[in-house]
């Protein structure tokens, strides 16, 4: 099975600040998903990332999967009190074709005006 | 488009009741999953359909979680019965394909409460 580790566990930052958030997995990544989640909803996807090396921005939020595919990275830039929520990564399990995603256990982030 | 419906949205029921949760994926989505999301921690999947058949359950406890996918389309979780450990939200996804290129769409979930 696959196993991700996120850091920080909480993040509470002042409104126009950037930030960051990781997420580590022990194994090769073959895909990582970011979600964002609401207290009490369901998830929205944010991104996805397939190759080594990959960036992906969207407004404010660029996601990074490294070279060795082991850690993937989220950066806000000039954090808004929107993006505050739980964000998520999810990764397929290794060479399955299930299509099943593990996740990790969530950066919960705070924006204060 | 409308995306992935699920009812009810929040359910309190006592250890030993029974519960059911329901499920409408997007139109055309073959695939379904359930997902248990416990307080503090990422969704764990319970079990996934391709269309109606049965692809992965094995993380499903058995003994008191069943699932099915009538015609393919929309589908029922239930516990019975329920356990205090139990209490989490209850995450339906759906997509297109097997996740090869594209998202799972999650609906907003069902948050049980099991006293």
């Known amino acids: 099975s696959q196993e991700l580790e996120q850091s920080p566990q909480s993040l509470i930052v002042q409104e126009g600040k950037n930030l960051t958030i990781n997420c580590t997995s022990s194994?090769?990544?073959?895909?990582l998903y970011w979600y964002k989640q609401k207290y009490g909803e369901g998830l929205i996807f944010l991104m996805m990332l397939q190759k080594g090396g990959e960036e992906k921005s969207h407004e404010k939020i660029t996601a990074k999967l490294d070279e060795k595919k082991q850690q993937s990275s989220l950066h806000i830039t000039a954090s808004q009190p929107s993006h505050a929520g739980i964000y998520l990564c999810g990764a397929p399990d290794r060479g399955s074709t299930l299509g099943r995603l593990y996740f990790g256990r969530g950066t919960q982030l705070t924006v204060w005006p | 488009e409308a995306g992935v419906a699920q009812s009810p949205r929040y359910k309190i029921i006592e250890k030993r009741q029974s519960v059911a949760f329901w499920c409408n994926p997007i139109s055309g989505h073959a695939t379904l999953y359930w997902y248990q999301q416990i307080l503090g921690q990422g969704p764990k999947l319970l079990i996934q359909?391709?269309?109606?058949?049965?692809?992965?359950d094995s993380q499903l406890p058995k003994d008191r979680f069943s699932a099915e996918r009538l015609k393919g389309v929309d589908s029922t979780l239930k516990i019975q019965p329920a356990k205090l450990e139990d209490s989490a939200v209850y995450l339906c996804?759906?997509?297109?394909?097997?996740?090869?290129?594209?998202?799972?769409?999650f609906g907003p979930g069902t948050r049980l409460t099991v006293l």
């Open positions: 996804a759906s997509s297109p394909e097997r996740l090869l290129v594209g998202e799972q769409f």
């Open positions: 359909f391709q269309n109606n058949g049965v692809v992965d």
């Open positions: 194994k090769t990544l073959y895909g």
